[in-house]
């Protein structure tokens, strides 16, 4: 599997991706917001887009599928409760169902409600994992849930799909977000050493040739996976002591993700 991940240097500081199988060039791809350079790119390379993935609805990432399918007759996949704000979808998916891409390209779709009620991220079956996120999981932080979503359900997702998968898995978002994410983790828990020391390396990195982390790595600096951590716990309990001494990692993630919405 080849991952050509495309940076639109657009206000939303997107992520598009050209996932593309070695032997037949097919080229699966996901949320291309600027089809321009992800045309311009499959063509450099001699890759065929032949389908258009969508993580979710919204507009910073269906904004490209009109174009795209112009240019490519490439077929729109997306979950299958989000046909009524995608217009001509052509496949929809819900959990355990997998897209192909050429020969060798698997893809299974997870249904990852939070940051909309109808958004899929897609795992690849590759020997080394990589997930697709969208707009669930950022580098070193989370999907708001302003536009359709909710924060349970975030949490949901979060607790019982993405802290389950392996620790090597490569994590590929929608945006880079990663200098802000960071920055509110030290916020949230100063003494980590991890999250200081990538925002010194990375704070000023090319989103061209962005570091790719892993899920191993996201939960040593992404405070939405370090709910348990008394630093964490204890910087929350001074603005909301309610939740006492020993609150649930559910309460933690909801009032990480209220303070984020405003930070």
Excluded at 141 to 150: F, L, M, P, Q
Excluded at 166 to 187: A, K, S
């Amino acid at each position: 599997m080849i991952v050509e991940q495309v940076w639109t240097g657009n206000a939303y500081r997107n992520f598009n991706y050209l996932i593309v199988c070695p032997e037949t060039g097919d080229t699966l791809a996901i949320d291309p917001l600027d089809y321009g350079k992800c045309l311009a790119s499959a063509k450099e390379h001699g890759w065929s887009i032949t389908q258009i993935l969508n993580t979710h609805d919204h507009g910073d990432h269906t904004g490209g599928n009109k174009a795209m399918v112009k240019a490519t007759g490439a077929k729109v996949i997306a979950h299958n409760n989000a046909g009524g704000r995608i217009p001509n979808m052509d496949r929809g998916v819900g959990a355990g169902d997998v897209v192909k891409v050429g020969n060798t390209v698997e893809l299974e779709c997870l249904d990852t409600p939070g940051h909309t009620m109808s958004h899929i991220c897609v795992l690849s079956h590759t020997e080394q994992a990589a997930l697709f996120s969208g707009d669930t999981l950022f580098n070193a932080g989370a999907g708001n849930c302003h536009n359709g979503g909710h924060p349970n359900e975030l949490y949901d997702t979060f607790s019982t799909q993405l802290e389950m998968l392996d620790e090597n898995t490569l994590i590929y978002p929608g945006h880079d977000y990663l200098v802000n994410n960071l920055q509110f983790t030290l916020d949230r828990e100063p003494d980590n050493a991890t999250a200081a020391g990538m925002l010194s390396r990375y704070e000023n990195q090319d989103p061209n040739d962005a570091l790719v982390t892993t899920l191993a790595m996201e939960r040593e600096m992404n405070t939405f996976f370090r709910l348990q951590s008394p630093s964490v716990i204890a910087r929350l309990a001074e603005q909301f002591p309610e939740i006492g001494d020993s609150p649930s990692p559910k309460d933690v993630f909801l009032k990480l993700r209220e303070l984020r919405n405003s930070w």
